[in-house]
């Protein structure tokens, strides 16, 4: 193996058995993520899928350890480049925070300090971890070219803007420049597209796309959106009920997923390959105060079989970069759109 495959296969982020939950007077109340397991390896994408309320946002929140009470991760290990980031003091976690781990929030527009403009808002972790304080010119120029590389047209202009004269796909760009400033190991981008009309979101998805094969940008990309992670992700990890039931390489999960809520999914959003009527996924998605016993799927699956509603299964290899986590997964039907 070559040096450059070598540190293309280093793991950069592994969660193992992520335990976050949500308390009420001492009592349990909302296990959001009950378990969760995932690996990302350099210059890789993983693309995090799920309905809402599935914790796909709890899990980002969790990853750079800002849960806050009611909250609480009570398990489990986030070795971020073989460090533990639940058991590093502070003082080296704001080290890493913003420097070397990168977060970029949902795109909803603002969330800027309406008083500041965009070279102080996109130079901020820049300055905060840089070990002598930079001069303002030094800064004015990192901020242009940085702007610069996610394609905002008029850079120069851009800079000197108040977050009121910014457009929705002008502000996630920004925060996009100002997650990468540091030129991070793992950028995690949460709903990255989800408020911007398909135009803004296109152009979103173009810079990610970018950023990622030109740059080698390790990225964790949460969306519920399937056409968002198809573009992006080299694999993607299904997340039903706090905990991740599917897991495979992008062309797997999207040609043969096994886990009947995966396929449900797919059968039930428009798509080129679905030809006729949509089928949607029977009953609700379980209440997080009071999941179902055994799989959390079963009220809704109509594969279900008596140990399915006692047992939960296990994410087991189905094939080589394949699991599922179902009692039945050798017997569910291909997944056939049209
Ligand atoms: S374990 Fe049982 S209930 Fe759960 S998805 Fe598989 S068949 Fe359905």
Same mark, same amino acid.
């Given at each position: ?70 909250? %609480? &991760?009570?398990?489990?290990? @986030? ?5 533990? +980031?639940?058991?590093? !003091?502070?003082?080296? #976690? *704001? ?79 920004? %925060? &996009?420049?100002?997650?990468? @400033? ?5 950028? +995690?981008?949460?709903? !990255?597209?989800?408020? #911007? *009309? ?141």
């Amino acid at each position: 193996m070559s040096p450059f495959e070598e540190k293309e296969k280093e793991v950069i982020l592994e969660v193992k058995n992520l335990k976050t939950y949500f308390y009420e007077h001492d009592n349990v109340v909302w296990k959001v993520l009950d378990g969760v397991n995932l690996k990302i390896h350099r210059g890789e994408t993983l693309g995090i899928l799920g309905p809402s309320g599935a914790g796909k946002s709890i899990l980002a929140k969790s990853i750079f350890k800002l849960i806050e009470r009611p909250g %609480k &991760i009570i398990d489990g290990e @986030i070795l971020f480049k073989g460090k533990n +980031i639940l058991t590093l !003091p502070n003082e080296i #976690l *704001d080290t890493i925070r913003g420097k070397d781990l990168a977060l970029v929030l949902q795109s909803i527009s603002g969330g800027f300090d309406p008083l500041r403009d965009m070279t102080y808002t996109t130079s901020q972790p820049y300055r905060e971890h840089a070990e002598i304080e930079p001069d303002r010119q030094e800064i004015k120029m990192l901020v242009i070219s940085q702007l610069g590389t996610v394609a905002i047209p008029e850079p120069l202009r851009t800079s000197d803007k108040y977050a009121h004269q910014m457009s929705g796909g002008e502000s996630q760009r920004v %925060k &996009i420049a100002t997650a990468l @400033i540091n030129n991070p190991s793992l950028l +995690i981008a949460d709903e !990255p597209v989800s408020n #911007l *009309d398909a135009t803004i979101a296109r152009q979103i998805l173009d810079l990610l796309r970018i950023m990622k094969e030109k740059h080698r940008l390790t990225m964790m990309i949460i969306a519920h959106n399937l056409g968002v992670l198809a573009e992006l992700s080299d694999h993607i990890a299904i997340l039903y009920a706090g905990k991740i039931i599917e897991y495979g390489d992008v062309e797997t999960m999207f040609y043969s997923p096994r886990h009947p809520f995966t396929q449900g999914l797919f059968y039930a959003t428009p798509s080129m390959a679905i030809r006729g009527k949509l089928k949607p996924i029977p009953g609700e998605i379980p209440d997080p105060r009071n999941y179902p016993s055994g799989c959390r799927f079963h009220p809704r699956c109509t594969y279900a079989i008596d140990k399915c509603k006692v047992e939960a299964p296990n994410l087991e290899e189905y094939e080589e970069n394949h699991q599922v986590a179902c009692w039945r997964a050798k017997d569910i039907p291909d997944y056939q759109p049209g």
